[in-house]
């Protein structure tokens, strides 16, 4: 629904404001205005690849001056007109007006929807600004200017009833008719742009968690996290913005359409916020039942109100939601049982050690990154690429590509390591943990920062003497990091996963003599135990092994993925045979594909096929 809202803004508030040039141009036709705004529009659109924060700048000032303009007419209106609208707070007329307009009453509630319009981007705007700067600039900006507004066009009306059709260009003085037109220019396109940026980021997440296609997602500011662009989302939102605007020409039906949009963000918002009072926040419960009656009956009524009007419009966010919906499910589908395929069919330890001892096998200089989604075991198409081409670089990793449903994951906690058997053979795993605001490196930083965490967890395993148990694939040591999850583990006495090691980046005599400000060892007494227990051979050894890590990625790094065919089981119903050949390998085609995701070189890439049957 955010999405489709992506799409009904930037029409609206652009046809709306571009409406006003009638009042100085009344033989502007329909069709004129409609091209006018189609062409603001592009260019709207078109400025995206820019990035916000290059015309950021000039969103407050617009805006502060527009809420400013709307509350002044608003005043002038109050003072001018009949300030005798303010009555209107009072609780009884909204009765009244019910009582006596009954049914007709009802359905002019879609129409106020459009009042409140934006508040549905507020969830978005919490990823880049505090809580207490939203509440401040809504509370104390937005909704006084705003009632003021409302209020003033409402006095006008009183005395101008017939003026309804177009009462805010006709509510404001002659005068300021000029500024008035270029500020709500400026403000529906500040509007739109948040609206779009939402968009953006809704995609970015949806991506992140595996359920949406694969598409290029390019972040814009070096400064400033969240500031995205897509390229074909773009697109596809800037054309499918102009058809609406062409199709229906007018603010009515585009409104039905985004008024429906906008309830159905809100009601979705507070089905969803209950879920978190109560089983995140552990809120009181009684508490929780008021809120979700109160909430939950307002916006019921408002839903019902614009469902009458469905056909008029309405139907547009609802049917561009349905096709998001299918397009999601499909893809997310076909992934989760493509996983489960490679999970059920990873390679034995045994199988692996056959492979790797076999004569023919010949060893490649440099580091191989071979890229997996499996977080444990040997994906099958590795024995693939053993048998058609008889050879395995010097150190091969098998990278796992994850992103958390956090938003951040610190630079000391992201690469996790364990060593695969058998272990002469320089065959590690890592799972790479990002947060779905971390944006990925280029393939160079993230290949130099793996094996720069790849030669500390080298240092840490022998520092500790870690004991492997290869059946249960737990590790015991002491870690060196500090961070308090760490030390909760260790004060439970609990084992630690080989796959939750944390990698410090002190080096030797760091861990020994680091010194605090107060004068004291860093280091537990235990460490330093450990690290004298050490021989001077120990030592080498280690220092050996990082070495010759460090001289194989200077020979060069390839990058191993599997260009893997997904397809239905011959005896899969017609339903799925339909979805995964057809549906999922349309999506598949047309979107970005695995390397360029990672933004990986084409010198140094080769890729791996193989067919899957799901």
Same mark, same amino acid.
């Given at each position: 629904?955010?999405?489709?809202?992506?799409?009904?803004?930037?029409?609206?508030?652009?046809?709306?404001?571009?409406?006003?040039?009638?009042?100085?141009?009344?033989?502007?036709?329909?069709?004129?205005?409609?091209?006018?705004?189609?062409?603001?529009?592009?260019?709207?659109?078109?400025?995206?690849?820019?990035?916000?924060?290059?015309? =950021?700048?000039?969103?407050?000032?617009?805006?502060?001056?527009?809420?400013?303009?709307?509350?002044?007419?608003?005043?002038?209106?109050?003072?001018?007109?009949?300030?005798?609208?303010?009555?209107?707070?009072?609780?009884?007329?909204?009765?009244?007006?019910?009582?006596?307009?009954?049914?007709?009453?009802?359905?002019?509630?879609?129409?106020?929807?459009?009042?409140?319009?934006?508040?549905?981007?507020?969830?978005?705007?919490?990823?880049?600004?505090?809580?207490?700067?939203?509440?401040?600039?809504?509370?104390?900006?937005?909704?006084?200017?705003?009632?003021?507004?409302?209020?003033?066009?409402?006095?006008?009306?009183?005395?101008?009833?017939?003026?309804?059709?177009?009462?805010?260009?006709?509510?404001?003085?002659?005068?300021?008719?000029?500024?008035?037109?270029?500020?709500?220019?400026?403000?529906?396109?500040?509007?739109?742009?948040?609206?779009?940026? @939402?968009?953006?980021?809704?995609?970015?997440?949806?991506?992140?968690?595996?359920?949406?296609?694969?598409?290029?997602?390019?972040?814009?500011?070096?400064?400033?996290?969240?500031?995205?662009?897509?390229?074909?989302?773009?697109?596809?939102?800037?054309?499918?913005?102009?058809?609406?605007?062409?199709?229906?020409?007018?603010?009515?039906?585009?409104?039905?359409?985004?008024?429906? @949009?906008?309830?159905?963000?809100?009601?979705?918002?507070?089905?969803?916020?209950?879920?978190?009072?109560?089983?995140?926040?552990?809120?009181?419960?009684?508490?929780?039942?008021?809120?979700?009656?109160?909430?939950?009956?307002?916006? *019921?009524?408002?839903?019902?109100?614009?469902?009458?009007?469905?056909?008029?419009?309405?139907?547009?966010?609802?049917?561009?939601?349905?096709?998001?919906?299918?397009?999601?499910?499909?893809?997310?589908?076909?992934?989760?049982?493509?996983?489960?395929?490679?999970?059920?069919?990873?390679?034995?330890?045994?199988?692996?050690?056959?492979?790797? #001892?076999?004569?023919?096998?010949?060893?490649? +200089?440099?580091?191989?990154?071979?890229?997996? #989604?499996? /977080?444990?075991?040997? +994906? +099958? /198409?590795?024995?693939?690429?053993?048998?058609?081409?008889?050879?395995?670089?010097?150190?091969?990793?098998?990278?796992?590509?994850?992103?958390?449903?956090?938003?951040?994951?610190?630079?000391?906690?992201?690469?996790?390591?364990?060593?695969?058997?058998?272990?002469?053979?320089?065959?590690?795993?890592?799972?790479?943990?990002?947060?779905?605001? #971390?944006?990925?490196?280029?393939?160079?930083?993230?290949?130099?920062?793996?094996?720069?965490?790849?030669?500390?967890?080298?240092?840490?395993?022998?520092?500790?003497?870690?004991? $492997?148990?290869?059946?249960?694939?737990?590790?015991?040591? +002491?870690? *060196?990091? @500090?961070?308090?999850?760490?030390?909760?583990?260790?004060?439970?006495?609990?084992?630690?996963?080989?796959?939750?090691?944390?990698?410090?980046?002190?080096?030797? *005599?760091?861990?020994?003599?680091?010194?605090?400000?107060?004068?004291?060892?860093?280091?537990?007494?235990?460490?330093?135990?450990?690290?004298?227990?050490?021989?001077?051979?120990?030592?080498?050894?280690?220092?050996?092994?990082?070495?010759?890590?460090?001289?194989?990625?200077?020979?060069?790094?390839?990058?191993?993925? =599997?260009?893997?065919?997904?397809?239905?089981?011959?005896?899969?119903?017609?339903?799925?045979?339909?979805? $995964?050949?057809?549906?999922?390998?349309?999506?598949?085609?047309?979107?970005?594909?695995?390397?360029?995701?990672?933004?990986?070189?084409?010198?140094?890439?080769?890729? $791996?096929?193989?067919?899957?049957?799901?």
């Amino acid at each position: 629904m955010v999405i489709s809202d992506a799409c009904l803004t930037p029409a609206i508030s652009v046809l709306s404001a571009v409406g006003g040039l009638k009042e100085k141009a009344p033989h502007l036709t329909t069709d004129q205005i409609v091209w006018i705004t189609v062409a603001i529009l592009v260019a709207l659109f078109s400025v995206q690849r820019f990035g916000t924060d290059k015309v =950021g700048y000039f969103f407050a000032p617009v805006v502060i001056l527009w809420l400013l303009l709307i509350g002044g007419v608003g005043v002038y209106n109050l003072v001018k007109h009949d300030i005798g609208v303010l009555r209107a707070f009072n609780p009884k007329y909204i009765a009244d007006y019910f009582r006596r307009n009954k049914k007709d009453a009802w359905i002019s509630l879609g129409g106020i929807l459009l009042c409140f319009t934006g508040t549905e981007a507020l969830f978005a705007d919490l990823g880049y600004f505090s809580i207490r700067s939203i509440q401040l600039s809504f509370g104390f900006g937005l909704v006084p200017s705003v009632l003021l507004a409302y209020a003033g066009q409402a006095a006008f009306l009183r005395k101008y009833p017939e003026e309804v059709a177009n009462t805010f260009y006709r509510s404001t003085p002659t005068v300021l008719f000029w500024p008035t037109f270029v500020l709500a220019i400026a403000a529906s396109i500040i509007g739109s742009q948040a609206m779009i940026s @939402c968009a953006f980021a809704t995609i970015s997440h949806s991506q992140a968690l595996g359920c949406f296609p694969r598409v290029k997602i390019l972040h814009t500011s070096k400064q400033y996290q969240g500031q995205l662009y897509i390229p074909e989302v773009n697109f596809l939102l800037g054309f499918a913005a102009c058809v609406v605007t062409v199709a229906f020409k007018t603010t009515v039906v585009i409104g039905e359409a985004h008024g429906i @949009c906008v309830v159905l963000v809100m009601l979705i918002t507070t089905l969803l916020l209950t879920v978190v009072m109560l089983l995140v926040w552990r809120m009181n419960a009684w508490c929780v039942a008021l809120f979700f009656a109160v909430f939950m009956a307002s916006e *019921s009524v408002y839903l019902s109100s614009v469902l009458y009007k469905f056909l008029h419009g309405g139907y547009i966010p609802v049917v561009i939601s349905a096709v998001l919906m299918a397009v999601m499910i499909v893809w997310h589908y076909v992934h989760v049982k493509r996983y489960k395929y490679e999970l059920e069919r990873t390679v034995s330890p045994d199988k692996v050690r056959e492979l790797l #001892d076999g004569r023919d096998l010949r060893k490649v +200089p440099g580091v191989g990154l071979f890229y997996t #989604d499996l /977080v444990q075991g040997i +994906p +099958p /198409v590795f024995p693939h690429l053993i048998e058609k081409i008889p050879s395995i670089h010097a150190v091969l990793l098998f990278v796992s590509v994850k992103h958390l449903p956090v938003p951040h994951v610190d630079m000391s906690e992201r690469f996790l390591f364990r060593q695969v058997e058998p272990r002469e053979h320089k065959l590690y795993r890592c799972v790479a943990r990002y947060g779905y605001r #971390d944006p990925l490196e280029e393939a160079k930083d993230f290949a130099a920062n793996l094996v720069e965490r790849l030669q500390y967890y080298i240092r840490d395993v022998n520092l500790y003497g870690v004991d $492997v148990d290869a059946k249960a694939g737990k590790v015991s040591y +002491p870690s *060196s990091r @500090c961070d308090s999850m760490a030390r909760e583990r260790e004060r439970q006495g609990r084992s630690i996963y080989a796959e939750e090691m944390m990698t410090p980046a002190e080096s030797f *005599s760091e861990l020994a003599m680091q010194v605090v400000p107060s004068g004291r060892y860093a280091a537990s007494s235990q460490q330093l135990f450990q690290a004298a227990k050490m021989s001077l051979e120990e030592m080498a050894k280690i220092e050996e092994e990082q070495r010759y890590i460090e001289r194989e990625m200077e020979k060069g790094v390839v990058y191993i993925m =599997g260009e893997n065919e997904v397809v239905a089981r011959p005896h899969s119903s017609l339903l799925k045979k339909v979805i $995964v050949n057809y549906v999922y390998a349309f999506l598949r085609k047309n979107c970005r594909q695995g390397d360029k995701m990672l933004a990986i070189p084409r010198s140094q890439l080769l890729k $791996v096929g193989m067919s899957y049957e799901i």
